[in-house]
């Protein structure tokens, strides 16, 4: 599992509420990522870091932001939660920059907004 | 931008049936292509990578996929499936040029009768 730990792994929250998931790793990856994945959507990309304090915009980043002040954490943010993020989020870190890579995911957090 | 199509949203097939699950991409450069797995309840795993070389890769459980670049394909294979199969499996491309970020497809839903 590449020592990749999400926390907390379950979370109910109000709309308006502002929630932040972390996402910690033992392996000392550059890169990181956080994906949500939804019923018929697979895997989309919100955020991703390629190092400390250098992060980068995915797909679906719209409502969300990020913030890397260590290598081994990656946090998400959301500023203020809707409906629509309720959602399962996954971390993901990659084990090289290079072209021969893997991606390795972590357990999760399943996260419902009312 | 890039994106992976995969055209079967629930496959349900009996014990030692054959599998293909079928995967497009749309990218006219040079792409890396990977197949995950998702048991229910747990993260992704990684099946399979194509990153150069022979088309025909070898994973793990089994698993095989073919790269044909004329067609733009990465489809999954396995020649006698197992009740142990049951899964999402979902295919995913990155380019060369943007190697950090992988786009996943919607994934495909593989139930296997006892």
């Known amino acids: 599992d590449a020592g990749i730990t999400q926390s907390p792994r379950h979370k109910v929250t109000e709309t308006g509420t502002p929630v932040t998931l972390r996402c910690h790793q033992t392996e000392n990856h550059r890169y990181m990522y956080w994906y949500r994945q939804d019923p018929g959507h697979g895997l989309r990309l919100i955020h991703y870091?390629?190092?400390?304090?250098?992060?980068d915009k995915g797909e679906v980043s719209d409502g969300y932001s990020v913030s890397r002040s260590k290598t081994e954490d990656f946090l998400l943010t959301l500023e203020s939660a809707t409906s629509s993020q309720t959602s399962v989020y996954f971390c993901?870190?990659?084990?090289?920059?290079?072209?021969?890579?893997?991606?390795?995911f972590g357990p999760g957090t399943r996260l419902t907004v009312t | 931008a890039q994106s992976v199509s995969q055209h079967n949203h629930h496959v349900i097939l009996s014990e030692a049936a054959s599998l293909e699950l079928g995967c497009n991409y749309s990218?006219?450069?040079?792409?890396?292509l990977f197949w995950y797995v998702q048991y229910p309840g747990q993260h992704l795993q990684l099946l399979l990578k194509?990153?150069?070389?022979?088309?025909l890769v070898k994973g793990i459980k089994g698993f095989e996929a073919e790269f044909i670049k004329s067609k733009f394909s990465f489809n999954l294979r396995k020649p006698s499936v197992q009740w142990s199969d049951t899964a999402e499996y979902f295919c995913?491309?990155?380019?060369?040029?943007?190697?950090?970020?992988?786009?996943f497809g919607s994934g495909t839903r593989l139930s296997i009768r006892p």
């Open positions: 194509y990153f150069s070389g022979d088309p």
């Open positions: 993901a870190i990659s084990t090289s920059s290079g072209p021969d890579y893997e991606q390795y």
């Open positions: 870091s390629y190092g400390v304090k250098d992060t």
């Open positions: 995913a491309v990155s380019t060369y040029s943007s190697a950090s970020k992988i786009i």
């Open positions: 990218y006219g450069g040079t792409v890396n």
